[in-house]
């Protein structure tokens, strides 16, 4: 049995490549390598190869995938024509034709593989048909002779794991002499998702020592693998997925196979029939569109250290008496600074995060660097309500930055935009309103609520465009603009809004929305979609072209990240007089800007890409915030010229060693 340190264990994937997946089997290497994987365990149907097009579909598949990585094939499924059920989970006619099976593979493909694993679940019904074998003489038979000539063969024989793990089972291989002939046993477990961990779950330990007592009875030189392990993300749970997969990779086991790499595609039926079980269809660590989740951005990022670190985070513990600011999206760029003002002013605050943004748990671990126990990691998802209630059930106030952020995402996206935006909102305030407690809500809402402004008549001034109406260009957009959504990203986040509002009327809950321009600072990470004055300034660092979608004249007014944090703090400070209200929140006219300026002053000589206009993108956008000035006493302080060389300062220091949506790009291959 391995005793090697959790961050030395190696780990693998399974990935069950359907005939004709092609481009699914390129796409796969880069990122399992990238992952740090060890391990492949994938399937090689018997029933498939024998079909229309299997044979040149495993000829391609096992030399494409064997060469780079440690290969499982698990060889499993009768050919209907020779079941005796006629179905792939009959045993079949002749029960020497699997073994005769088995031995064909390995003259045709045995050099790409070390280890073969001799069917899968079969005191599985769907698997193996045991109503016709209840003594499971005839599986043993077949096993156990396909297993024998192939360590006759020279190569090395795994036994297809049972499920659930059954030791009667596995006692009955020992005593048929199945266990004798094997140099590995399979298990399979998914905790927390297909086993109950407060009924039929004991825990890894338990059950791979039951595993291993039987085992040595028969066989002491056999490995106990597990070849399948998983937690399906069904519920949004990607940090659990993250706890499991350390939990199971710390088990007294030889060998992880980790189901799966990707989920399942949707339009794909799973065994037990089409959309059975959603459960099913996101165990994988990358979704349908190979966007890699928490857990194989981590392993990428920095392999199993980086997981260990992240898993180790401890959950909050606040003293007795202690009331909490709470901050959603706390290891976020507004959050975390925001979280940072408050921490420096000795508050408790508790950070609530997912950490799905690619680098903010650097963040996280600089504010419990700064501020130890008094920054109270909470991680979880704001679309999971029973998850995040604790976080706040003595918070003396809350400020809700948690949301998908990019126009671009929710067009392609859109049902995650609103989960996250509109219902993760709601789940927020259903939490507060739950708690009992008149607990302050203060909401970063956006501009985009506003709509595409395609009214406002402007003209051009340079490098600009302008509003012609004298008003609009001194002051800027206000709040008694009509509210008009566009694009998803405007619709879930004008949803949030209103109800942010509402809930101070129906409810009596201190509420206020802050609609927010383009806010900038340190400790961002910007991308095209969003952030993107950090975005230029990282591109012109690195030497890369910038992108500009549309000609560049269109006008935003930005704010420094110290001044936005001021104006959150003032409103709450205020929110008894002001519950109820909704501000803009904006650098204003003194602070509006193109995005041709703000590319030159990222750097000369930078090679600029003009792309098409994209949806939703508002020509001109400037906050009138005399509102919020009059009620709070708010003012940008800080000059966009001078804020946005000081981010580039930064941006120098600290983010140009690591980019992280580099490794973004590894678990894409």
């Not at 408790?348 to 600089?366: Q, T």
């Not at 095209?528 to 975005?535: C, I, K, N, R, S």
């Not at 708010?634 to 941006?651: I, K, P």
Request: charged share 25%; aromatic share 12%; net charge negative.
């Amino acid at each position: 049995m391995s005793e090697r340190p959790f961050h030395q264990k190696p780990y693998g994937f399974v990935e069950w490549f359907r005939p004709g997946e092609y481009e699914w089997a390129e796409e796969t290497l880069p990122g399992l390598l990238g992952s740090g994987a060890s391990f492949l365990r994938t399937h090689l149907s018997w029933a498939e190869y024998l079909a229309p097009g299997g044979e040149a579909w495993f000829d391609w598949l096992l030399p494409k995938i064997g060469p780079a990585i440690d290969l499982l094939p698990c060889i499993h499924y009768t050919p209907p024509s020779m079941s005796r059920t006629g179905k792939t989970s009959g045993p079949p006619h002749d029960l020497k034709a699997y073994a005769d099976f088995v031995d064909h593979v390995l003259t045709r493909y045995g050099r790409h593989f070390e280890h073969i694993e001799l069917w899968n679940e079969p005191n599985n019904l769907l698997d193996w048909d045991w109503r016709l074998d209840t003594d499971f003489r005839m599986f043993c038979e077949m096993v156990g002779g396909a297993a024998y000539w192939a360590q006759k063969r020279g190569w090395k024989t795994v036994l297809g794991g049972p499920s659930p793990f059954d030791p009667y089972w596995l006692n009955l291989m020992g005593e048929r002499g199945v266990l004798g002939v094997v140099d590995a046993v399979g298990f399979h477990g998914f905790p927390g998702t297909w086993e109950s961990e407060d009924n039929t779950w004991a825990g890894w330990d338990y059950h791979i020592g039951e595993m291993r007592n039987v085992v040595d009875r028969y066989n002491r030189d056999a490995a106990i693998w597990i070849t399948e392990a998983g937690y399906s993300t069904w519920r949004n749970g990607e940090l659990d997925q993250v706890r499991h997969f350390v939990d199971t990779l710390k088990a007294n086991a030889d060998r992880l196979y980790w189901y799966g790499w990707r989920d399942i595609p949707g339009d794909v039926a799973v065994q037990e029939g089409h959309w059975f079980d959603p459960r099913h269809y996101h165990l994988g660590v990358v979704d349908r569109a190979n966007r890699p989740k928490l857990l194989a951005r981590l392993l990428v990022e920095g392999g199993l250290q980086r997981l260990g670190d992240f898993a180790d985070l401890p959950a909050p513990i606040i003293a007795k008496g202690v009331k909490p600011t709470v901050v959603t999206g706390g290891s976020g760029f507004i959050g975390a600074n925001l979280a940072d003002s408050l921490l420096a002013d000795g508050e408790d605050v508790v950070i609530l995060d997912n950490l799905s943004r690619l680098g903010v748990d650097e963040n996280l671990h600089w504010l419990k660097e700064r501020y130890g126990d008094r920054a109270h990691t909470f991680l979880a998802d704001v679309r999971d309500l029973p998850a995040i209630e604790n976080a706040f059930a003595d918070a003396k106030a809350v400020f809700h930055l948690a949301g998908q952020t990019a126009v671009t995402t929710s067009l392609s996206q859109p049902l995650d935009d609103f989960e996250i935006n509109a219902r993760g909102t709601i789940n927020v305030l259903e939490a507060v309103r739950r708690s009992g407690r008149r607990t302050p809500v203060i909401f970063s809402s956006t501009n985009k609520v506003y709509g595409s402004l395609e009214d406002i008549r402007l003209g051009e001034d340079g490098d600009r465009y302008t509003p012609l109406d004298e008003t609009l260009r001194r002051h800027g957009v206000a709040e008694t603009r009509p509210l008009d959504f566009h694009t998803p990203y405007g619709c879930s986040k004008g949803a949030a809004d209103q109800y942010v509002l509402d809930y101070a009327r129906s409810h009596g809950i201190p509420t206020g929305v802050l609609r927010m321009s383009c806010i900038y600072g340190r400790r961002q990470f910007g991308t095209e979609d969003q952030g993107w004055v950090a975005h230029f300034l990282l591109q012109a660092l690195s030497g890369e072209p910038i992108t500009i979608f549309g000609d560049g004249k269109q006008v935003r007014d930005i704010l420094e990240i110290g001044d936005a944090v001021r104006a959150y703090r003032l409103f709450l400070s205020q929110i008894d007089r002001l519950s109820g209200r909704v501000f803009n929140l904006g650098g204003g006219p003194q602070n509006a800007v193109s995005l041709r300026e703000i590319g030159r002053i990222a750097g000369h000589g930078i090679a600029v890409d003009h792309q098409r206009w994209r949806a939703g993108d508002q020509l001109y956008f400037v906050a009138d915030t005399r509102s919020l000035a009059q009620e709070t006493g708010w003012q940008a302080q800080t000059e966009w010229q001078d804020g946005v060389r000081a981010l580039s300062g930064w941006l120098s220091e600290n983010r140009l060693s690591r980019n992280p949506h580099e490794q973004a790009r590894k678990v894409a291959g």
